[in-house]
């Protein structure tokens, strides 16, 4: 009675994690050498012209004739990485595929295959990365100087080869998982003490200018989580942005809400002033997740109210009813990223706050906003904990029709807040 579940739970877990370990451990020895030498050429080249640029620089100009020769050069100097990089791809995704569907076959689950696609279908017609390639230029230009140039190409390189195995394998599997939406939001501690306009000009120079002034003020380098978002350039709302950690880089598409152009609307209901839309289409392999996400400046509405102005990241996400997308523990699952913006949100607050008023103001909050969220993790903890010896004490019968009844009781609400998002 005990050993069989625990065997079910344990062998799927294993089949993911071998095939990768099988698949990743090789390209890591032998290609990512490889592609570390063929990515030096371009990647230093953009890093000296964007190391010219005058100090600020919000947004590069992109109509220049230097700038469209620049972005020759580089489409020439890394077409041996794109050549690589593009094979590599390729054969994850057979790989990914053949293994896929010989785990459908073999535990008869081929039924799941068809409903996971319907909540993937939504994700599947994103931009084309390739067809961006200026974007991505600047986005890797605005990133190197944030970061410096080798620890951004150390997590650049590793980022193509890991990336696409941690987005279609782990996180978000067709073949292997029964798939839904995961909602997971995460709200900072208030910021009232400042005007919502000088919130949004520096939530947009720490993330998206291009050559702030000076950049160790504004740069986030000491988190283990550096995003980079450009303004996008005339004609268009949206542009390629770059997220990178110690060990990933991973690109994004990003709609700027002050971007010149048809409205855009946020999804968020608790939003004082959206700043960004940042959609991890499934189409993009070189980001971990697939969903929609905001940044913006938040009410705290309804449950939060004394969160007011703070940070918010709301993220609805596709991944797996699963231990390996859902474990808080495990490095790039759906879990594993709600506890993370718990503690990357007060250090992106306190580089707002120290932009607006002063060094000692913002670390007196920042040790206020830490000691706080420790407590509301300790209460999330407790309450994941009672919920989980619940389930196991409550008996499967009982549990099943409790949760029926629950759906029922919520299905207006549940089709409100849809009308509301459409």
Request: proline share 7%; net charge positive; aromatic share 12%.
């Amino acid at each position: 009675v005990i050993v069989i579940p625990k065997l079910l739970i344990i062998l799927p877990i294993l089949l993911r994690l071998g095939v990768v370990l099988i698949t990743v451990i090789p390209k890591l020895l032998i290609i990512l050498p490889i592609l570390l030498l063929f990515l030096i050429p371009p990647t230093a080249t953009n890093y000296y012209f964007f190391r010219r640029l005058p100090k600020p620089t919000p947004m590069i100009s992109r109509e220049s004739f230097f700038w469209k020769l620049h972005i020759l050069l580089q489409w020439l100097l890394s077409l041996p990485a794109q050549i690589l990089i593009l094979t590599n791809l390729a054969f994850d995704i057979l790989a990914m595929t053949t293994f896929g569907l010989i785990y459908c076959f073999l535990s008869c689950k081929c039924g799941n295959v068809k409903n996971n696609f319907k909540y993937l279908r939504p994700y599947e017609s994103g931009p084309n990365l390739y067809l961006h390639f200026s974007d991505c230029v600047v986005a890797c230009g605005g990133m190197q100087l944030r970061r410096g140039y080798w620890k951004f190409i150390k997590s650049f390189s590793i980022g193509f080869l890991l990336t696409p195995w941690v987005k279609y394998w782990l996180t978000a599997n067709p073949f292997t998982m029964n798939l839904g939406e995961r909602f997971i939001t995460q709200i900072g501690e208030s910021m009232s003490d400042m005007e919502v306009k000088d919130i949004d000009h520096n939530f947009q120079r720490v993330i998206s200018w291009t050559q702030p002034r000076e950049i160790d003020d504004t740069s986030l380098d000491c988190s283990t989580f550096v995003p980079h978002y450009p303004f996008p350039p005339s004609g268009r709302q949206y542009a390629i942005g770059i997220q990178q950690s110690n060990n990933l880089s991973m690109f994004v598409h990003t709609t700027h809400f002050r971007a010149p152009g048809n409205p855009c609307y946020t999804l968020s209901r608790s939003c004082v002033l959206p700043v960004y839309r940042v959609m991890l289409w499934r189409n993009n392999p070189f980001h971990v997740y697939t969903g929609h996400v905001e940044a913006g400046i938040s009410n705290g509405q309804p449950c939060q109210t004394k969160k007011l102005h703070g940070a918010e990241h709301p993220m609805w996400l596709i991944n797996g009813h699963s231990f390996l997308a859902a474990y808080r523990g495990l490095h790039a699952s759906v879990g594993w990223i709600d506890s993370f913006f718990d503690q990357f949100l007060p250090e992106f607050q306190r580089k707002i706050r120290k932009l607006v008023k002063g060094e000692k103001v913002a670390e007196d909050h920042f040790k206020l906003d830490m000691s706080s969220i420790q407590v509301q993790r300790e209460k999330k903890i407790e309450h994941e904990k009672n919920a989980i010896l619940r389930s196991i004490s409550i008996p499967p019968d009982v549990r099943r029709a409790e949760s029926l009844k629950n759906a029922n009781a919520q299905a207006p609400v549940t089709e409100k807040k849809h009308e509301n998002r459409h």
